[in-house]
């Protein structure tokens, strides 16, 4: 049977080398080429999808439009990312942002970008913003730090990355590259 939420997997490279990353473990040949978006809910993941923040734009839209063409419903995207230099720029084209920091220079890079979001408020309106922190990324980020703009998620390192049983996980017919 069919689910509502797809992930979908448009690249497999990353600036970061993470040892439990799941590009470690999943054979990405194997996974189904997405050849529909009667979805529900699509997550943009990889990899690091804002290595690439133009296609992201061009498929979110894509998505959306063809979603209401063709199936006159709806659909919430979502980009799954660990660059929160991206995050300001890529909020226009999706309902929402995953963030994922894996390093003390992301905590940096974070920090700035939810300074900015505090400072102009008006770019994350009606936008979801989730962080995800794995307990060492946690304790970087100082108890003064206003996170109201975002849902919180404690993480941990989950073995072999499970799909959860709502989800299908598909990817693109040619995985996105930088040369
Ligand atoms: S940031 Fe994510 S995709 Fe990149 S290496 Fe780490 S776990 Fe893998």
């Known amino acids: 049977m069919e689910k509502d939420k797809l992930r979908l997997l448009v690249t497999t490279q990353c600036p970061n080398k993470c040892p439990m990353c799941c590009n470690n473990s999943w054979d990405f040949t194997k996974l189904p080429v997405v050849d ?23 498929l979110s839209d894509a998505i959306k439009n063809s979603n209401v063409l063709a199936y006159n419903h709806e659909v919430s995207v979502f980009i799954y990312t660990a660059l929160a230099d991206g995050i300001l720029t890529i909020l ?74 709502d989800e299908e996980f598909k990817r693109v017919g040619k995985l996105w590259e930088r040369i």
Not at 36 to 58: C, R, S, W
Request: proline share 8%; aromatic share 10%; hydrophobic share 40%.
């Open 36 to 58: 529909h978006f009667n979805y529900k809910e699509v997550m943009i993941t990889g990899g690091e999808p804002l290595l690439f923040p133009d296609q992201v734009a061009i």
């Open 92 to 165: 226009p084209y999706v309902d929402g942002v995953v963030y994922t920091p894996h390093s003390e220079k992301d905590i940096e890079s974070f920090l700035k970008a939810n300074r900015a979001i505090g400072l102009f408020p008006e770019t994350v309106k009606n936008k979801s913003l989730r962080l995800n922190l794995f307990a060492n990324m946690k304790a970087l980020i100082p108890k003064s730090i206003n996170l109201s703009h975002w849902q919180i998620k404690d993480m941990i390192w989950i073995k072999d990355c499970p799909v959860p049983h």
